[in-house]
C-alpha cells in the first residue's frame, strides 16, 4: 500500500471505530425491488422493449407505456411475461419507477405533460441526446447541461436518476442471450434512489448498476453512447462497459 493509499484509508478507519457513529454503509449492501412495479414509457421502442423484456423476465412487474394505449398493449402481449401495456399517464400512475425511454426530441413534451402522474415517483431517465450526420453519431448538449437534468427541471416533484444509456437494444431484446455483460452508470441526488436504481439493474444477469456521480455529471455519460456506436460499427459488435477494480 502506498502513502497515499493509507492517507486515504485512515479517515475511513478512524471513522468506524469513533464511539457512537454507525459504520459507513457498505456500497454493495443494495434494497430488494422485486416487488416493485416498473414502468418503461417509450416501451414500444427498441430500448424500452428491451428494458421491459429483461426486467419481466427477471420477475419484475413491468407495465409498458405508449401515447396509444392499444399500441402498449400489443407490445406487451407480443413480450408475454406477464407485462402489460397502458398509455403513458396511467403507466406513470401505476408504477413505483419508472423509466424514461422516449426518443429525445420528444423528452421535453412527453415529461411535461406526465408532470402530474410523476410526482412522487422514482424516474429514472436513460434518454440519450445524439445527432447524427455523414461523419456518424454526435452528441447533442440540451440547455440544462443533459437529458436526466431537463427531466429533473421539468419534473420537480419526482425524484430524478439517470441509468441504463449503454445498453444495445439488439441485445436486451435477443431471446436466446441469458446475460447481459455489462455495467449500468447511475447517477442521482440522493442515495437511497440511486440504491435503488442500482439493485434494479442487478435484477438482469450479468449486468451491475454502479454509482457515477450526481445529475451534474449525466451528460458525459449520456454522450458516451456517440462513442459506443462508433465501437459497435469499426467492429461489428454491440459494445457495453465495465468498470474495474469496483
Known sequence: MTSHDAAQEAPSQGQDKAPGKAPAKDPRDLPDVSGLVVGVLGGTGDQGRGLAYRLARAGQKVVIGSRAAERAQAAADELGLGVEGADNAECARRSDIVIVAVPWDGHAKT????????????????????GFDKKGAYALKPEEGSAAEQAAALLPGSRVTAAFHHLSAVLLQDESIEEIDTD???????????????????????????????????????????????????????????????
Open 111 to 130: 415529461l411535461e405533460s406526465l408532470r402530474e402522474e410523476l410526482s412522487g415517483k422514482l424516474v429514472v431517465d436513460c434518454v440519450n441526446p445524439l
Open 184 to 246: 449500468v452508470m447511475v447517477l442521482g441526488e440522493v442515495r437511497a434512489d440511486t440504491d435503488l436504481v442500482q439493485a434494479l439493474a442487478a435484477r438482469i444477469p450479468g449486468m451491475r448498476g454502479v454509482f457515477a456521480g450526481r445529475l451534474r455529471n449525466a451528460h458525459q455519460v449520456e454522450s458516451l453512447v456517440a462513442n459506443l456506436i462508433s465501437v459497435n460499427r469499426r467492429y461489428k459488435a454491440h459494445a457495453g462497459l465495465r468498470v474495474t477494480d469496483v
